[in-house]
């Protein structure tokens, strides 16, 4: 046990010890980032029984080196805005784990963003890449900018001198980002074309999530919002129930949440509300997802303008109110821990049956326990979000073969991957004793996969 902290050497520590160890290790090396440890949390709570029956994990110290980033980078980020005042933003790079493959996660342009928030992105990142089963690392960054009323020239001074300084740490096969909140097609079209302008090369691969007719694959842009839906429609059916004619409660009205809501009515579902940082929609009829692509894609509009086409929707101006619409799914898409306890609770007094993350740790502690104790189906992020990154995948390879999938090819392969993705969390948690939890069986399946491999690269 030659990697657990001297001081709880003085007898073979238990599985349980040890993981309680590691934590206390990387609460004490990780002061004032409470993100970042929630996450960690949440993958460390899950791991007991593969500790148990994989000794040679604690031997290798693999807990404490995969919660600790190969490497973190942070760094100034100096632009100036249309009439020429000069603004100093921080922009970061988080190089988690490239036991998989080259580092791959987004980059979010928000004013919330923080070394925690990047932390805790990056870590959930390299579980789910893992899951997809694809050659990924994971890796996440951004900066604490916010492009939200700033011009078209503005975002792309910032994003210029962005990628100065991130140039230098990415490629091809070193690190390859994508968008995440506040960063999209137009986003991702400034940083590469400054990229390239550095490097004096075009390497499309450095970046997924690229515009279809400049390098980048079709169904990226649908690929988080379809991929959860995929994955709850199997968690469904698993139970013998499906979209077809349920409730479904979608928060955010951005990329994920978008297609979330398309695939969902697809399916045959009415999607009666969806929201953005302002306040939520309500329509009894079915949310019109023509009319809010619109707004939010090409006019960048608030959501409240929705009511201008839709008179008879209804608009809250507390977005948590949102949880309380009665429904029988609920797809959070927005952001991190929007629904605490009383969001969990109203929807469950509301009768609620499943719940799948489309953003990243939606659901805090609490949320969680309550919708579980509660049987509410439960679909994790890093499960049911992977679609996304999968997709990105495919850019790299698609990328690599100088050669274009149909949309077609891409959505089955999609379908496939999500598919694939459950079918492993489910035998997954069945093997290590809790069988039905989907966030043990993606913890767990997530894990063993980099663990494996990082046991045999050896130390480092
Ligand atoms: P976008 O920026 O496209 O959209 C985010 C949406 O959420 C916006 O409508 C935003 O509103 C809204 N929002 C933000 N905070 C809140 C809040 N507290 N309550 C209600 N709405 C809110 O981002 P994405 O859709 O790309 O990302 C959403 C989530 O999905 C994030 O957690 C992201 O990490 C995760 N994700 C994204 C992937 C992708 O491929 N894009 C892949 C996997 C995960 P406003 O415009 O007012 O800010």
């Known amino acids: 046990m030659k990697a657990v902290n001297e001081s709880i050497q003085t007898k073979e520590p238990s599985a349980h010890e040890y993981i309680k160890a590691v934590h206390k290790k990387v609460r004490d090396r990780n002061p004032g980032e409470p993100e970042f440890l929630q996450a960690a949390w949440e993958v460390f ?31 100034r980020v100096t632009w100036e805005d249309d009439a020429g005042n000069v603004h100093v933003n921080r922009g970061y790079r988080v190089q988690f784990n490239s036991t998989l493959g080259p580092f791959k996660g987004g980059l979010r ?79 991702i079209g400034y940083l590469f074309g400054q990229y390239k302008r550095i490097r004096n090369a075009f390497e499309a691969g450095v970046f997924t999530g690229k515009n279809p007719d400049n390098g980048g694959s079709l169904i990226r842009k649908e690929a988080t919002g379809y991929g959860t839906v995929y994955f709850v429609e199997e968690m469904l059916k698993g139970e013998g129930l499906s979209f077809e004619g349920s409730r479904v409660i979608v928060s955010g009205s951005g990329n994920v949440s978008i297609y979330a809501m398309e695939k969902a009515i697809e399916f045959g579902a009415t999607v009666v509300a969806c929201s953005d940082s302002e306040g939520y929609i309500y329509d009894p009829e079915g949310i019109d997802v023509n009319t809010v692509k619109r707004l939010k894609e090409v006019e960048r509009k608030r959501i409240y303008h929705y009511l ?83 997709v990105s995948a495919m850019e790299m390879s698609q990328n690599s073969m100088r050669y274009s999938w149909t949309s077609e090819e891409v959505d089955e392969k999609l379908h496939q991957v999500m598919k694939n993705i459950y079918r492993n969390c489910i035998e997954t948690a069945e093997k290590y004793g809790a069988p039905g939890n989907l966030i043990a069986g993606a913890n767990i399946a997530g894990f063993k996969k980099v663990a494996d491999a990082m046991l045999e690269h050896g130390l480092n």
């Open 45 to 75: 709570s899950s791991l007991q029984p593969v500790f148990e029956q994989h000794p040679e994990y604690v031997e290798e110290g693999i807990l404490e080196r995969i919660s600790e980033p190969e490497r973190f980078i942070a760094f």
């Open 109 to 187: 342009f928000h004013p919330t963003l923080t070394g925690s928030v990047v932390k805790f992105l990056g870590f959930e990142q390299i579980f789910k890449n893992a899951l997809t089963g694809l050659p990924i690392g994971g890796g996440k960054g951004g900066a604490d900018f916010d492009p939200k009323g700033r011009s078209d020239r503005e975002i792309m001074r910032f994003c210029q001198s962005f990628m100065t300084e991130l140039s230098r740490h990415i490629g091809p096969d070193i690190d390859v980002p994508a968008g995440d909140i506040g960063v999209g097609k137009r986003e």
């Open 308 to 390: 201008e086409h839709h008179p008879k929707a209804r608009f809250g101006k507390d977005k948590s109110d949102i949880w309380k619409i009665p429904c029988d799914i609920a797809l959070p898409c927005a952001t991190q821990n929007e629904i605490g306890r009383e969001g969990a609770e109203a929807l469950v007094d509301n009768g609620v049956k499943a719940i799948g993350e489309g953003a990243n740790m939606p659901c805090d502690e609490e949320a969680v326990r309550i919708l579980t104790n509660n049987h509410v189906l439960f679909a994790p992020a890093k499960a049911a979000n992977a679609g996304g990154v999968a």
